[in-house]
């Protein structure tokens, strides 16, 4: 059987949006399935928002996200917005910030979190049934890719202002279902990818006001083909066949 030869950074940029997809329907079934609600409970998006975009590493034991790292992740955003969103979680008890801008969960920050969990354990349960085999080999192939990610982020010594660093790894308590496991592997894949693109529009001379700007033309494809190449160093760990199956998985997977 021939066997297509798909390139890591060619495998990159078909792989972004079938990430993309399958996460945003876990986060949207996560909310419609009671995650509006549990945010509710706690006060709000005011009192916890950003501990939903920051779980995977605030819902670890003694798990911190240091001010560089959430300036990474909240590139696309005003940052005066953002701390004075960070102001009214500390207010509401969910969060804590030390003098240098690093956070991490309160005692009630991290009941939110464990709770935030459940939900998603319960929904993407329901959203990807009778997908168990490719769930499996999607959470097999992703618990590759994110230590690999991380070991070559070390050698390039590119961990500081990183939004994957910050997030990576994500926090898999004992027992975490494998819907979990994907949704949370993926949404930290997606960090990685975030950083390639924020690397390619920076050595283009943008900036994340610029680059949201910049419409569809021959300068946002070479931006995106930059990305893909940036982003490609974790694929290499994978063979051609598992990144059509990977692929391939992904598509199949509803929502």
């Known amino acids: 059987m021939n066997t297509v030869e798909l390139a890591p950074h060619r495998f990159a940029g078909l792989l972004a949006p079938a990430v993309d997809r399958a996460f945003r329907a876990g986060m949207l079934a996560g909310r419609d399935g009671g995650g509006a609600e549990l945010t509710q409970r706690y006060g709000g998006p005011a009192a916890a928002g950003f501990l939903v975009d920051l779980r995977t590493r605030l819902a670890a034991p003694g798990g911190t996200v240091d001010a560089p790292g959430f300036a990474a992740i909240t590139r696309y955003h005003d940052p005066v917005v953002c701390q004075r969103t960070v ?3 500390v207010a509401h ?7 240098d801008g690093a956070l991490w969960a309160t005692e009630r920050g991290a009941a939110f979190l464990t709770e935030l ?3 998603h354990a319960e929904v993407t349960e329901e959203l990807w049934a009778g997908h168990d085999e490719r769930v499996s080999r999607l959470v097999s192939a992703l618990g590759r890719l994110l230590p690999y990610a991380l070991v070559l982020a070390d050698e390039e010594g590119d961990r500081s202002g990183s939004a994957f660093a910050a997030m990576a790894p994500p ?12 949704l949370n592997r993926l949404g930290t894949l997606r960090y990685h990818r975030a950083d390639a693109h924020a690397a390619a529009w920076t ?3 943008h900036t994340a006001t610029s680059i949201a700007a910049l419409p569809a033309g021959p300068e946002r494809l070479a931006i995106e083909l930059e990305t893909d190449r940036r982003a490609a160093g974790p694929y290499a760990t994978l063979g051609a066949e598992e990144r059509l199956t990977m692929l391939a998985d992904l598509a199949a997977l509803p929502g």
């Open 87 to 89: 102001d009214k979680h």
């Open 117 to 119: 969990y459940q939900v």
């Open 171 to 182: 926090h898999e308590p004992d027992g975490t279902p494998s819907g979990v496991l994907l």
């Open 93 to 99: 008890g969910m969060l804590h910030r030390s003098p």
């Open 203 to 205: 050595a283009a001379g």
